[in-house]
């Protein structure tokens, strides 16, 4: 996710519409806030942020703006247990993207080791390809993480367990 947005791109992007207000509900201070960013973050990027510094700065301040919650509760949001569990639940009903399968993974590992490996080799873009992939079929991609440890090792790719390592 880049860091530098102007007013026109935040607007267009990260505005909250009736649709996302419905899923925020009754959320308050630091949840409603966190939410709302990962939300649209989600929208963006078609996958969760791993930690709270890849939400641009920029966009914590003008989603906080339309929540009416203090941008330094945003510190205060947990990045880990059931809440968060939680609310990607929400967003992946709302989007309809589940997250990947083991056969997902068995399909796309057989998938890159046929088709993108014996033509790529950089691991940028072999993780590209199978995002790209996840897109096309409307499931959530592995994380950065994942996709960037599987990356490391070309016979990873034929091993999708080594993507939940």
Not at 15 to 40: C, H, M, P, Q, Y
Request: glycine content about 4%; overall charge negative.
């Amino acid at each position: 996710m880049r860091k530098q947005w102007d007013p026109d791109e935040l607007i267009e992007a990260w505005t909250l519409v009736e649709a996302d207000w419905e899923l925020v509900g009754n959320k308050t201070g630091a949840t409603r806030l966190g939410f709302s960013l990962i939300l649209k973050f989600y929208e963006i990027e078609d996958r969760f942020p791993a930690y709270a510094e890849e939400v641009p700065t920029a966009a914590v301040e003008y989603v906080a703006s339309q929540v009416k919650v203090d941008t330094a509760l945003f510190a205060k949001y947990s990045w880990r247990g059931r809440t968060i569990k939680y609310h990607r639940a929400q967003i992946r009903k709302a989007y309809g993207t589940p997250p990947p399968s083991e056969a997902d993974e068995e399909r796309w590992a057989q998938w890159l080791a046929d088709e993108v490996c014996p033509v790529e080799i950089d691991r940028g873009r072999l993780a590209e390809a199978v995002r790209q992939r996840c897109r096309s079929e409307h499931v959530e991609p592995p994380t950065d993480g994942q996709l960037e440890r599987a990356a490391a090792s070309r016979t990873c790719w034929a091993n999708p367990g080594c993507w939940r390592s």
